[in-house]
Nanobody, 112 residues
Framework: QVQLVESGGGLVQPGGSLKLSCAAS????????MTWIRRAPGKGLEWVSS????????YYTDSVKGRFTISRDDDKNTLYLQMNNLQPEDTAVYSC?????WGQGTQVTVSS
């Protein structure tokens, strides 16, 4: 069965960095577009970024462009999200997503 397991979250000061990972199993990882989404306290789900299969084209929501970088290692079945210059409004639970499947998420808290 599909499993998505995120890691790498934590508490960081504004301007800091974190790198999230999502270990995938149970499907042919390299054949699918993969996505990061987030849910901030009191808000709905927000799409953050996606990366295509094969050509690795990437897409970002405007609020993270220039600060976040999505990448994938198809040999390791792992999705990444490098987050730089983090701001308090980035505080959320971050999950990786494949179609109707979601990981449990990892908490990112940006606070001084």
């Amino acid at each position: 069965q599909v499993q998505l397991v995120e890691s790498g979250g934590g508490l960081v000061q504004p301007g800091g960095s974190l790198k999230l990972s999502c270990a995938a199993s149970g499907f042919n990882f390299r054949s699918y577009i993969m996505t990061w989404i987030r849910r901030a306290p009191g808000k709905g789900l927000e799409w953050v970024s996606s990366i295509q299969r094969h050509n690795g084209n990437t897409y970002y929501t405007d609020s993270v462009k220039g600060r976040f970088t999505i990448s994938r290692d198809d040999d390791k079945n792992t999705l990444y999200l490098q987050m730089n210059n983090l701001q308090p409004e980035d505080t959320a639970v971050y999950s990786c997503n494949l179609e109707q499947y979601w990981g449990q998420g990892t908490q990112v808290t940006v606070s001084s």
